[in-house]
């Protein structure tokens, strides 16, 4: 069974930072046999691609409206995941996901296998 745990949401004012992090575990779960991503869902609206990572972590992709502020990273030591998240907005608040996918990185959140429960951001005007 695998488990992806998140952390470290909150509610921040506008302009501030956060760090997300994921950690990923499983008895057959091989951590660097899958590209991670994290996905943000506002209330009332679908699930969003926020960023994803290779296995190696050399190579990241994120949604326009994240560039230049959010970070994803990964420590394949730790099977975790981080998003760094700065320069918030308040259009950012959303329950955050992270998920697993066998392979390379995808942008579909449908082509994930694992998701944790998420962590809620929260970012004040």
């Known amino acids: 069974q695998v488990q992806l745990v998140e952390s470290g949401g909150g509610l921040v004012q506008t302009g501030g930072s956060l760090r997300l992090s994921c950690a990923a575990s499983?008895?057959?779960?091989?951590?660097?046999?899958?590209?991670m991503g994290w996905f943000s869902q506002a209330p009332g609206k679908e699930r969003e691609f926020v960023a994803t990572?290779?296995?190696?972590?050399?190579?990241?992709y994120s949604a326009d409206s994240v560039k230049g502020r959010f970070t994803m990273s990964r420590d394949n030591a730790k099977n975790t995941v981080y998003l760094q998240m700065n320069s918030l907005k308040p259009e950012d608040t959303a329950v955050y996901y992270c998920?697993?996918?066998?392979?390379?990185?995808?942008?579909?959140?449908?082509?994930?296998?694992?998701w944790g429960q998420g962590t809620q951001v929260t970012v004040s005007s």
């Open positions: 998920a697993a996918v066998l392979g390379r990185p995808v942008l579909d959140p449908k082509r994930y296998a694992y």
């Open positions: 499983g008895r057959t779960f091989t951590f660097t046999n899958y590209a």
């Open positions: 990572i290779d296995w190696t972590g050399a190579n990241t």
